[in-house]
Structure formats: structure tokens, C-alpha cells
């Protein structure tokens, strides 16, 4: 075994790998569906290989195969998976427990749920090295604040007897990195490991990581929905669709000279044209001096927050998480009230709470939200879910109801053929569009848009983005966009409003915030979005005035 | 420990006396609204008018409730239960006999009951759905069903008539050594075991699988650790709350809930005791039980909250 691995230097050897699962359709007979069709690929030793794709490429399930591993009812049926010169397939479950851990790690993309809750940092980190026997206690822990110096974690000689609740989502992203390494295995499998992560944290995290990937020699599976992430990590990259193979070759090839469509779809897909309006004369919304707090005034998030939105405008407002972006959206709907300041829309102040405002003043601001999925009852039809505005604001009903629900989903590009479906038959990107159908039903001046398109994937974000341009023209409908992606901004705003802890720190037209000067936080986060360019990392982490709110 | 567990804490107990306080009041309001007059039952129906007057007297029930209420309470704050109507003894000396041996008995009882409940709740967790998952469920929900005196009857027909091992009636006193207690309460234990088993098991098993769906169970599949490490370190610890809510109310029940076997048994405990003087009217004993009943109910309560609170790693170690 020894004498092959030397000879080919392959240390996973992955042959026509079939997956399959079974899935139970409401009032259907279950079936069986194939996720991965006869994939092939190899890796050797310390290197990277990217494997990216949207959501249901089968990018994961291929990842967690090399560990012989099929999350929920999955199954491998096919091929093989050599590692080390074995086919783990046929290891037992003895086997396959005796590489999980000591040969393969795992890096979860939701560190702050991987971890449990319930005991100390360093006990997980070191409990694949001990179970093992790769290292005594005392080694495995020595070698883990090793790992957390590396990962320039703060204080590493005692940020291990803290709880998963006590670091931030940065942090804990690294130290799971460390636990992937602790047991000094040769391959790990990075699950969107910055998925998660803001993109000022982002940025610290992947640093990390490459380094820690350069330094151990360790080789790794990096999974992501993110071309231009993958282009700074990886040697090669593999480009899934529908459990396929559609394009596999070094990063530079795939990013540059991309052969097949599809990759090329992916590699352009931030750019929209989008010209900027001038602002008008008089603004529709007037958010003006606003400061608001949770827990009865003991955390302020929003501090003296002033911006204006001109009709039929979009107005963005980009910063990180916990820098008060939706809150501000909490405090125009009232859903929040403000303890200073006041929102003034065409001409008049609203009422701070929600239930001082008359219903015409709720219809005129709608918003949609993140997760579509959980912002639509499970078991009402589309048709229900679009009308029930309709009724509630216009009184209509029957016949006249379901002929404007028609055309509303003719207005989102979906067609009447989807009115009696339920929210469960719908993709995510449809499920927005029934969203943004629902808020279009009340006719608003202002539809709000929280992270709309943050957890959809690129191309689809990308189709998302198009319709709501398309139909702020048609129903000259203004947004308040909010977003930490700046490529999105570019693409949709008029004016933008940076944000962070609480306060605008930037704050005018499109053109005018995007162009130099910047101040140190605007910078910090345009130079943080990963661009499309091997060597753009190490070029971005040189040229930084400020560290990051999330370290 | 830090302060706002302190506090945690300290709300709990505060609210626990609280409830107490409101048990009692309930507990003397019901006891003057039932029907039936004391004087009436110690005396006969062939009292004469005069005889039942005077002893109304004596007893001090021609005073108003409150007053009667407030020199209760003041003499339970100092141990003083007041005397039984019907026997005229200290009613503070029989309960602490009788207490005594509820107490032994319910501990025998959950010794056994808890640990085993948990134990295969985590079995059927790693099992689950399998023929062991069902076979532990089918039996403790078919032990569950059968009403706790036919469970007792059972016992005795089987182990006290048949194999003649264990007595069939569980007469113990102050004198009775160890040993022999202990033998005394091996079928009434074992017939309260099987009448909590299940639902502690069954909790068991629903909290731990809720938590078997959390993404660190996965991390943990994903280091290799064996299926049974991993319920009993990963997904036990945090599933301590709810297991240790349901494991109070049983103990609770192990006390208070036991009249049936005790009587079947022939067993001198609390619930035995009760049973006996709400069938003489004898309005104090049933007083001071149901108070006493009461405060094990909201103290084991009390017990569970804090334990939950003191499993919350958040609480335990704040930011």
C-alpha cells in the first residue's frame, strides 16, 4: 500500500462516484433520485482542489463521500472512493470510523452550530487526536495552541476554555480549522467555511486558512458557491451542475479562459448594468435622526441615522452584521420604535409604533425578506398567499382577485400555472419571486428588501436582481435595499448608506460613495470582496488601514 | 458561580415560597368548604346539641377563617401540626413515621427507575427505529398502561403466593432493621418502577433525538467517534433539561402519587395515612398532608428549574 502511494502520489482517488437518496413527495410514492452522477476525480498529496457549483450541484455530498459519509437519507450506490490506496467503501463501519477524524477532517459552514454548546473549545478540539491516539492530552492540546497561534486567534493559550458561545462566528470558524488539524490528517474537506461570515471577516478566515493549508501540507476538498473565494485557495477547480461534471482544470484556466458555457455564466454573473438617477427634488422617505435600542434602551443599535429615499429610487444600505442595517428597517415599519428621531413619508411624520399607523400607511411600505421559505404560511397555495393582500387592502375578491393575481405572477415571470402550487413545490428563487409578487400586490411607494438575495445562488440572485430593477420601472416603486454584498450594490442602487455599529459612516450617491477618498471602514469593506484574480488575497490583506469589527 | 444564575436561582426559590404560601391558603379555603362538620363526626349522630356546641368550642371553630388560618400557618412555621381530630395524636410525630417511610420507599423506587429510564432512553436513541428501539418502547408503554394495582397484584401473585419470595404485605415499623425493610419494599418498588419507566424513558428518547438533529452530532459522526460516545457526550449533556423535568415530576409522583400501592401493600406511609383520615373527616391530618404534599411537588419543581438553568452553558459561562 505504502509503495503505491508513493508511486502515484494520489492520496484520493475518486471513481464514478453514484449517489443516490430517497425522497417522499406529499401524496406521491417515494423515489428515488440520483444526486451525483459517475463523478470522478483525484487529488494528491497537499494539494487543493475546488469543487463549485450552485445548490444542488452535489458539491457537498461529494465532498463528505471521501469520508464514506451520506448526510440524511443519502446514499452512496456506486463507484469508488479510494483513499490511501484503499477503496473506504468496502472499509465496514469499524473502518470508516478508524479515517473519520484521523485521515479525513471536516469543516463545517456554520461553525457556531458544529461546535456543541455544552462543552469547552479545546476538549473538541483535541477529541479526534486523543480518540485516535495520534497524541496524549497533553501533545494534542500543545499542538492545538500551535494551531491557534498560526490561525492568529487572540490569546491561544486560553481561548480553549472558552465556550463556542463566548468567540465570535470568525473566530470559531478558525478554531474549527484547528480542530481539522489537530489530528494532523491528510486531507480536509472545507464546507463553505466563509459562507457564513461577513465579508470583512471573510477575508481574515480565508488568510487563515491558506496559510494554514500552505504550512501543514495538508490537501483539501474546498466546497463553495463562490468562484472568486475558490480562485485564491485552490490549485485546481472542479465546476459541478446537477451532480455532473461540467468543467474541471487548474484555477487559472477556469477562471480565464473558461471552456464551457456554464463556467463562463458563472465567472461573469456580478455584472448588471445599471445607470444611477439623479435624487429629485423632494425625498419620499425621510429617516431623520433616528436612534433606537433593544432591552429597553440598554443596547442602542441605530445612533442618529439620517438618509432620504427619492421616488422610484433605490437607496442601499451596506455594512456588516450587527452594524444595524435591519434594524433601521425595523424602525421606518415601526415594527421597532424609535426612542429619537422621526420617519417622514410624503410630508407627514408616521406614527413611531406599528399600531398607531392607519392601514394606508402600512400598504404604502411592504417588505420581503431573507428567507423566503419562512416568510410564506407552508400550507396556503401561491394563489392565497398573493391575494391575501389583495383582499385585505382593496376588498378584493373571486373572480376580480384571481384575475390580479394572474397578472402579478405574469409581472414576476412565473405564469398563472402556479397559482394552486404550495411553497414547498416552489425553488428558492421562485419562492422569492412569490414574495416579491405578494409585496407588489398592496402597490407600495416602498418596498423594503432585507438580504433578498443573500441566500440564493449567484445566477439565480443575479435573474432576482433583474426583475426588481425591471420592476421599479414599470411600477416606479422605490427600495430600500438592504445588503453586505457590495457587488449587489453596484448593480441596483442609487444612492447607498454605509453602515457600522450603528451609524451611517458614509453616505450619498452611487458614484460619489464608490469613488475615492474613502474612509477607512468604506475601504476596509470594498477591498474585502473576494474579486476574480489569483494573488488578489495576499494583494488585499497587504493594503489594509483597519482590522475587522468581527476579530 | 456567577451572579446572574445567583439570581436565576434565587427568583426560583423566592417563587417556589410564593407558591407555597398560595397551596396553603387553597388547602384551608377547600378544606372549610367541604361538607361535614367535625364535632358532628367525632361525636356520633346521637350528640346532643349542647355536647356538639362545646366541643365546637373547645376546637375553636366558631372563629372566623382567617384567624383559624393564621394560627395554622404560625404553628406548621414552628413544626406544630396540630393534633388528629379522630385519635387526638400529635399529628408532627406520626407524619415524621410515616414520611420517613414514604421517603424510603420512593428512593428504593427511583434508585432503580431513574438511571434504568435513562439508560435505555439512550438504548433506544441508538437503536432507534430498530427492533431493540421498539421492543424497550413496547414494554414500558405496556407497563405504563396497566393500572398500577393490577401491576401490584400481579407482583404478589407471583413472587409472594407462587414463588413465595418476597412478602405480600409490607409491614415495617421504627424497629424493622435495614435489611428486612429493604425486603419489604421489593414488590411495592417494583410495581411504582414500572409505573414511571416509561415516561421518563420515552422523554428520554424524544429529547435526546431532537438533539441527535443538531450539526455538532454530525461533527462529531465525522471524527470517528463510536454512535453510542456520541449520545452519551454530545447529545446528552444537552438534552439534561427537559430529561431532568420529566425525571422530577416522577420523583414527585413517587411521592405523592403512591396512596394505590401503599394500600395494596399494606404499606405505612403518607399516602396510606391520608386515605385513612379523609375517611374519618379528620380535617388537620388532612390539612398537614396535603401541605406537605405540596411543598415535595414545588421543591422537587424547584429543583428541576435550577438544574436546568445550571446546564445552560450560556447561564454558567456568560460572555
Not at chain 1, 444526486?35 to 470522478?40: F, I, M, Q, T, W
Not at chain 1, 425625498?283 to 441615522?305: E, F
Not at chain 1, 409604533?353 to 392601514?359: F, M, N
Not at chain 2, 433506544?124 to 405504563?144: E, H, P, Q, W
Request: glycine share 8%.
Amino acid at each position: 500500500m505504502a509503495d503505491s502511494k508513493a508511486q502515484s502520489g494520489k492520496l484520493l482517488d475518486i471513481r464514478n462516484l453514484r449517489i443516490e437518496a430517497t425522497v417522499y413527495p406529499p401524496g406521491e410514492a417515494p423515489k428515488t433520485i440520483t444526486l451525483v452522477h459517475d463523478v470522478s476525480l483525484t487529488l494528491e498529496k497537499g494539494k487543493v482542489l475546488g469543487l463549485i457549483g450552485e445548490s444542488g450541484a452535489g458539491k457537498s455530498t461529494i465532498g463528505l463521500s471521501s469520508m464514506a459519509y451520506g448526510r440524511g437519507g443519502v446514499r452512496i450506490t456506486g463507484g469508488e472512493v479510494i483513499l490511501n490506496g484503499r477503496d473506504i467503501l468496502k472499509a465496514g463501519a469499524r473502518g470508516i470510523r478508524a479515517l473519520r477524524g484521523r485521515e479525513v477532517c471536516y469543516v463545517a459552514q456554520s461553525a457556531a452550530a458544529a461546535f456543541n454548546p455544552a462543552h469547552k473549545l479545546i476538549d473538541q478540539v483535541v477529541e479526534a487526536a486523543m480518540l485516535h491516539g495520534t497524541a496524549t492530552r497533553a501533545e494534542a492540546e500543545k499542538r492545538a495552541i500551535a494551531l491557534f497561534k498560526k490561525l492568529s486567534l487572540p490569546n491561544p493559550e486560553t481561548i480553549g476554555e472558552r465556550y463556542p458561545h463566548q468567540v465570535s462566528g470568525g473566530q470559531l470558524q478558525r478554531v474549527m480549522t484547528a480542530m481539522a488539524l489537530c489530528s494532523e490528517p491528510d486531507l480536509i474537506v472545507f464546507d463553505e467555511p466563509t459562507t457564513a461570515l461577513d465579508v470583512t471577516t471573510q477575508i481574515d478566515v480565508l488568510a487563515a486558512i491558506k496559510d494554514a493549508i500552505r504550512d501543514t501540507h495538508v490537501a483539501a476538498l474546498y466546497i463553495t458557491h463562490d468562484l472568486a473565494v475558490v480562485a485564491q485557495v485552490s490549485d485546481e477547480i472542479m465546476v459541478l451542475r446537477h451532480g455532473r461534471l461540467v468543467e474541471w482544470g487548474g484555477t487559472r484556466q477556469i477562471i480565464k479562459e473558461p471552456r464551457q458555457e456554464y463556467t463562463n455564466a458563472l465567472v461573469s454573473v456580478h455584472e448588471i448594468e445599471h445607470h444611477e438617477q439623479q435624487p429629485g427634488t423632494a425625498p419620499m422617505l425621510s429617516v431623520k435622526n433616528v436612534t433606537a435600542a433593544y432591552g429597553g434602551g440598554h443596547v442602542k443599535v441605530l445612533k442618529n441615522v439620517s438618509v432620504d429615499i427619492y421616488p422610484g429610487q433605490t437607496l442601499a444600505v451596506v455594512g456588516e452584521s450587527g452594524s444595524g442595517k435591519s434594524t433601521l428597517a425595523r424602525a421606518i415599519t415601526g415594527l421597532l420604535p424609535p426612542e429619537q428621531g422621526s420617519v417622514v413619508f410624503d410630508g407627514r411624520t408616521l406614527g413611531n409604533r406599528l399600531a398607531d399607523r392607519p392601514k394606508e400607511d402600512l400598504r404604502q411600505l411592504q417588505m420581503i425578506y431573507q428567507m423566503a421559505d419562512v416568510a410564506m404560511n407552508p400550507r396556503q397555495t401561491v394563489g392565497t398567499i398573493i391575494g391575501r393582500p389583495l383582499e385585505f387592502y382593496f376588498g378584493m375578491k373571486g373572480r376580480e382577485r384571481d384575475k390580479r393575481v394572474a397578472e402579478l405572477l405574469d409581472e414576476i415571470e412565473m405564469g398563472k400555472g402556479f397559482i394552486d402550487r404550495y411553497p414547498a413545490e416552489l425553488s428558492g428563487g421562485q419562492k422569492q419571486r412569490v414574495c416579491i409578487a405578494r409585496s407588489l400586490a398592496a402597490k407600495p411607494k416602498l418596498i423594503i428588501c432585507d438580504e433578498v438575495t443573500s441566500a440564493l445562488d449567484p445566477l439565480v440572485a443575479h435573474g432576482i436582481l433583474k426583475l426588481l430593477l425591471n420592476l421599479q420601472q414599470v411600477e416606479k416603486v422605490a427600495y430600500l435595499f438592504i445588503t453586505h454584498d457590495l457587488a449587489t450594490v453596484k448593480s441596483i442602487a442609487d444612492s447607498i448608506a454605509v453602515m457600522y455599529r450603528g451609524e451611517v459612516v458614509r453616505y450619498g450617491s452611487k458614484s460619489k460613495v464608490l469613488t475615492p477618498p474613502f474612509d477607512a471602514y468604506t475601504e476596509l469593506l470594498l477591498s474585502s470582496v473576494p474579486e476574480m484574480e489569483i494573488g488578489w488575497l495576499e494583494k488585499a490583506i497587504k493594503g489594509r488601514r483597519m482590522a475587522s469589527a468581527g476579530n | 458561580m456567577s451572579t446572574p444564575i445567583l439570581r436565576l436561582v434565587a427568583q426560583r426559590i423566592a417563587l417556589g415560597i410564593l407558591l407555597l404560601l398560595a397551596v396553603s391558603v387553597l388547602i384551608f379555603a377547600g378544606t372549610q368548604i367541604l361538607p361535614g362538620d367535625v364535632a358532628q363526626a367525632i361525636l356520633g349522630q346521637s350528640a346532643t346539641p349542647e355536647a356538639l356546641a362545646n366541643l365546637r368550642e373547645q376546637l375553636g371553630l366558631n372563629d372566623p377563617a382567617w384567624l383559624r388560618y393564621v394560627h395554622w400557618l404560625g404553628g406548621i412555621l414552628h413544626g406544630d401540626f396540630g393534633t388528629a381530630q379522630s385519635s387526638g395524636l400529635d399529628i408532627a410525630s406520626s407524619i415524621r413515621v410515616r414520611l420517613k417511610n414514604t421517603l424510603f420507599l420512593a428512593a428504593c423506587a427511583a434508585i432503580v427507575a431513574v438511571p434504568l429510564a435513562i439508560v435505555l432512553g439512550l438504548i433506544a436513541v441508538r437503536y432507534r427505529n430498530g427492533f431493540v428501539d421498539k421492543l424497550i418502547s413496547g414494554l414500558a408503554l405496556a407497563s405504563t398502561s396497566f393500572p398500577e394495582f393490577f401491576i401490584g397484584y400481579v407482583l404478589i401473585f407471583v413472587f409472594a403466593v407462587h414463588w413465595q419470595i418476597f412478602p405480600s404485605i409490607s409491614t415495617v415499623d421504627e424497629t424493622t432493621p435495614f435489611l428486612e425493610r429493604l425486603q419489604a419494599v421489593v414488590l411495592p418498588a417494583t410495581a411504582l418502577t414500572l409505573v414511571v419507566l416509561a415516561h421518563m424513558m420515552r422523554m428520554t428518547r424524544a429529547a435526546i433525538l431532537n438533539v441527535m438533529q443538531s450539526a455538532y452530532i454530525e461533527t462529531a459522526e465525522l471524527k470517528g467517534l463510536k454512535p453510542f460516545d456520541i449520545i452519551r457526550k454530545h447529545a446528552f449533556p444537552n438534552a439534561i433539561a427537559p430529561v431532568v423535568n420529566v425525571v422530577m415530576l416522577n420523583l414527585a409522583y413517587l411521592i405523592v402519587g403512591v396512596v394505590v400501592v401503599e394500600v395494596i401493600f399494606v404499606y405505612p406511609g403518607m399516602g396510606q395515612y391520608l386515605v385513612d383520615h379523609v375517611a374519618k373527616r379528620d380535617v388537620p391530618v388532612v390539612q398537614a398532608v396535603g401541605l406537605i404534599f405540596a411543598a415535595v411537588y414545588i421543591s422537587l419543581n424547584i429543583v428541576a428549574d435550577i438544574a436546568a438553568i445550571l446546564a445552560n452553558p450560556r447561564l454558567r459561562h456568560p460572555k
